[in-house]
């Protein structure tokens, strides 16, 4: 099973990205998230979303992010960008007892 993430890249501050993640191959997708690592700190909890629509944030995103899915498909639309969201954007997918991650993609926000 292959987990792509798509959707990084430089920003400025202010800017908006929108990140998409998708299975190789069909999955129950119990819950997704996205976890990101900054340098020289450890993973943390972005957002995730459950099978059923639930959503939790990380308190330093919310109101500014939003973590969506149709089909198959997780997508977070990151608004109001600031440089300390600058990180590696890592996608996790929970299906049953397996735990799935992607490659990461790099976020830079920056002027």
């Known amino acids: 099973v292959q987990v792509v993430e798509s959707g990084g890249g430089l920003v400025q501050p202010g800017g908006s990205l929108r990140l998409s993640c998708a299975a190789s191959v069909s999955l129950f997708l119990e819950v997704m998230g996205w976890y990101r690592r900054a340098p020289g700190k450890e993973r943390e909890l972005v957002a995730t979303?459950?099978?059923?629509?639930r959503t939790n944030y990380a308190d330093s995103v919310k109101g500014r992010f939003t973590i969506s899915r149709a089909d198959a498909v997780m997508y977070l639309q990151m608004n109001s960008l600031k440089p300390e969201d600058t990180a590696v954007y890592y996608c996790?997918?929970?299906?049953?007892?397996?735990?799935?991650w992607g490659q990461g993609t790099q976020v830079t926000v920056s002027s």
């Open positions: 979303i459950t099978q059923g629509g």
């Open positions: 996790n997918i929970l299906s049953g007892s397996a735990t799935y």
